[in-house]
């Protein structure tokens, strides 16, 4: 079957540090891979994707590889800023497919 | 750019209630995507529709269901509402063919 699972939060970090937070997931075909944002109150909002193979997604400084050898999809980001603080989801869909599959989240906060 | 639109944004019912949700998606996509999000939970996929047909079923309730109308929007309608509803509901959006699903704000349903 499908899953992703993701690094368990919470992160917490101080402004301009490294980020990274760990996806791997799980599908019986060659899906694609989101990661999505949720800030506090609001909706989910695509952040970056990648179709397929050694794609890599970027987007607002952070960026996400299609690791097809470890089935990852890691999300960097070379230094944080306080507006960065929300959840993070990853997320994969299998071609063709209606159903996106996230991971459980993991939230970061970003301290001054 | 215009963006999926869900209403209302607030809900309150009661046990035994019915609710119905309203998702307008963006202009020009056919395909919607309904999905529940519990407290601390990563989003679950309910069901989807394209060009007005159910595509896709995932974890919704038989208490649940939903169309897609001529101009795409789309309803999510409750019945017998428990306190377990109580949760956001995503709608989203796409173009046929296309993977990536932008969500609206959500709908937040609170059962007492």
Known sequence: GNSVTQMEGPVTLSEEAFLTINCTYTAT???????????????????????????KGSNKGFEATYRKETTSFHLEKGSVQVSDSAVYFCA????????????????????? | AAGVIQSPRHLIKEKRETATLKCYPIPRHDTVYWYQQGPGQ?????ISFYEKMQSDKGSIPDRFSAQQFSDYHSELNMSSLELGDSALYFCASSSGGQETQYFGPGTRLLVL
């Open chain 1, 29 to 55: 075909g060659y899906p694609s891979l989101f990661w999505y944002v949720q800030y506090p109150g609001e909706g989910l909002q695509l952040l970056l994707k990648a179709t397929k193979a050694d794609d």
């Open chain 1, 92 to 112: 994969l869909i299998e071609p063709l497919g209606y159903n996106l599959f996230f991971g459980t989240g993991t939230r970061l906060t970003v301290i001054p």
């Open chain 2, 42 to 46: 990563d989003p679950q996929f309910l």
